[in-house]
């Protein structure tokens, strides 16, 4: 994949310096992702797609109020988005990264606020992701997440009737998984391996962030949803924050549901085959 002349102009006036070469980087699900040199010996990424805005937006919102190693923002409209490169890749860590991972992650949890949501609406690959302020954190993933995201694939023909009734079957039964003690924290909201960039044993860069104020737990089950973090990861996590009992002998799989829900409705297939083996778990 290559720049075509009109992107290759986008970029040339945004920059105001001729490209050189560009090539295409892994991931790309949502939106196309390139590599590209300038004249001027820099190499920047470069994605095209559409409402790139909000995730520049929250690129930019991470710098500022976290630690967090995330890219510069150069260049950002709703079709093209600019960023700095950051070395490394997302091909797997190495223990002393997924330890400084776990440091990194507890740092993002421990920012508060007084309410679960966030400030704007963000969203989740190329998915609207609610987050208007609430005091529940039950109700919030009941109606904001679960449900929300059940009508958002059941519209688009990805999610079978019989499924989401059982999705409204479990909804109402959550008190019996989740209490409501949980204190809102930031979270990256989109933390797999593909998000998750390392060089050697450092942790470089977290990308694609889906950013709002949850119970942190939702993010360490999604990080173990496809297998990207493991015990080394929740050993270095547990030095600053503890996880409260029942996270992996229940709420984890709980909590996968919201993101096998955004698989199911981006990619249908095995992800609905998912999301019903969980609802069997819980009995619904």
Known sequence: MSLDATARAAVERALSIRVVEACALGGGCIAAVLRVALADGRQVVVKRGHGLALEAWMLRWLRTHTTAPVPDVLHADEALLILELLEGDSAGLSSAAEAELGTIVAGLH???????????????????????????????????????????????????????????????????????????????GDLWGGN???????????????????????????????????????????????????????????????????????????????VERTLDRFGV
């Not at 309410?115 to 109606?143: K, M, Y």
């Not at 958002?152 to 409501?180: H, K, N, Y």
């Not at 860069?205 to 999604?222: C, K, N, R, S, V």
């Open 196 to 274: 998750i960039l390392s060089r050697k044993d450092s942790i470089t860069g977290l990308i694609d962030p889906a950013l709002y104020y949850a119970d942190p737990e939702i993010e360490l089950a999604f990080m173990t949803l496809f297998g990207s973090v493991g015990d080394t990861f929740f050993r270095s996590y547990g030095e600053r924050l503890k996880l409260r009992p029942g996270f992996f002998e229940a709420r984890r799989d709980l909590y996968n549901l919201y993101p096998l829900l955004v698989h199911a409705r981006l990619f249908g297939g095995s992800y609905v085959a998912q």
């Open 110 to 188: 421990t920012i508060g606020a007084d309410a679960f949501g966030f400030e704007r609406d963000t969203v989740i690959g190329s998915l609207p992701q609610p987050n208007p302020p609430s005091r529940s954190w039950r109700h919030f993933f009941r109606d904001h997440r679960l449900l929300h995201m059940a009508e958002e694939a059941g519209s688009a023909g990805r999610l079978p009737t019989r499924t989401r009734m059982r999705i409204d079957a479990l909804a109402v039964r959550l008190e019996r998984w989740i209490d409501d003690d949980a204190k809102p924290s930031l979270i990256h």
